[in-house]
């Protein structure tokens, strides 16, 4: 049974440290999504790669957020330095680049940051 | 731009009564129309989707959706709920992309 997966489940850090979290796309997959979801902002489109190539990251602070896929296995979101009000679930999905395509989400990685 | 709202925050039903749970959408060209569920701590997955062809869709767990084009408009329907349909369902538009556009969600909780 293909499914994304992503690591930590969960992260608590302080504020000022740097956080990464990790996503596995189903294999075969070649888009990938990051979405923040919040009680106040709902669900929030982050980052979208295709193939590998960032084609849309406009939803992501730039400052403090960064999105890789070093390879077709992973992807990365990495956040320098955290802060509170990053606390949020961050979930990856997965896809194939066809228009219709549904999204397979992760468990989601829930971050605190105090 | 696309857009979609899902005007009911919340929706409580009592179990095996029927629910329609709303979802507008608003697009100057033909959209991809989808509804997710997201039960507590898991992420999101796919109840159903409407592509093109009949504008009755249906989805797992007894979930239909009706599109209604004139009305722009995606309605999710069950004609007798239980109590494990408890859950956050999320509308969703994409114009001919695999970008999706999400509504706020609406929240279902099934009373015994």
């Known amino acids: 049974d293909a499914r994304v997966t992503q690591t930590p489940r969960d992260k608590v850090t302080e504020m000022g440290q740097e956080v990464t979290m990790r996503c596995q796309p189903i294999l075969g997959h070649n888009t990938v999504f990051w979405y923040r979801q919040t009680m106040m902002q709902g669900l929030e489109l982050l980052a979208y790669?295709?193939?590998?190539?960032?084609?849309?990251d406009s939803g992501m602070p730039k400052d403090r957020f960064s999105a890789e896929m070093p390879d077709a296995t992973l992807a990365t979101l990495k956040i320098q330095p955290s802060e509170p009000r990053d606390s949020a679930v961050y979930f990856c999905a997965s896809g194939l680049d066809t228009s219709g395509d549904t999204q397979y989400f992760g468990p989601g990685t829930r971050l605190t940051v105090l | 731009a696309q857009s979609v709202t899902q005007l009911d925050s919340q929706v409580p039903v009592f179990e095996e009564a029927p629910v329609e749970l709303r979802c507008n959408y608003s697009s100057s060209v033909s959209v991809y129309l989808f509804w997710y569920v997201q039960y507590p701590n898991q992420g999101l997955q796919l109840l159903l989707k409407y592509l093109s062809g009949s504008t009755l869709v249906k989805g797992i767990n007894g979930f239909e959706a009706e599109f209604n084009k004139s009305q722009t408009s995606f309605h999710l329907r069950k004609p007798s709920v239980h109590i494990s349909d408890t859950a956050e369902y999320f509308c969703?538009?994409?114009?001919?992309?695999?970008?999706?556009?999400f509504g706020t969600g609406t929240r279902l909780q099934v009373f015994p």
């Open positions: 790669f295709r193939n590998r190539a960032p084609l849309d």
């Open positions: 969703a538009v994409s114009e001919n992309t695999d970008k999706l556009i």
